[in-house]
């Protein structure tokens, strides 16, 4: 079924549309949750939370790209329970994974207007476009899928070294890239 036949039934109210959503995009959501949960559990309640966000916002919203939309979803729900479980305990992957982006990215929250963070995704959208296609897939399987970086070789064929080397360049070219735009650090 694509994606338009998805949103019609969701606009339509039809609870058809979650098994179709589950078989389509069921396993994608699922590696999401996982690699940032590790925890099967959690990751099927995660899994659950995300069908019945999608079924709330799709009246609201019309999705153009349904696979970014559900992931979005997905990845938010994984991280506010992540953080919800994870008081005392972390998961390494996530917790480095977003340390090492800490220097480029502050995440310190401020009353910024909607402009602002269009501006802000924006820049950084461009940024990773402007990135070949293997930088930017390493990028975003490190911060976006929380991949290991063993995982990341593994996918790539490339040594930890080169993996690492990649990211840090990136992180530092992003900073840069956000300074230029006048975005703070």
Known sequence: MDD??????YWA????AIKETTKKYGRLCSYIANNILKNIEDCEECLNDTYFAVWNAIPIQRPHRFSIFISRITRNL????WEYLSAAKRNPSAVLSLDELGDCVSGTFSVESEIENKRIEGTIATFLWEQG???????VR???YFDSIEAICKST???QSKVKSILYEMRLKLRK?????GIEV
Not at 177 to 181: D, I, K, P, R
Request: proline fraction near 0%; include cysteine.
């Open 4 to 9: 338009k036949a998805l949103i019609d039934l």
């Open 13 to 16: 109210r039809d609870e058809e």
């Open 78 to 81: 994984a991280l506010k329970k």
């Open 133 to 139: 296609y293997e930088k930017r897939n390493i990028f």
């Open 142 to 144: 490190r911060y976006w």
């Open 157 to 159: 064929g490339f040594s």
């Open 177 to 181: 890239c956000l300074e230029s735009g």
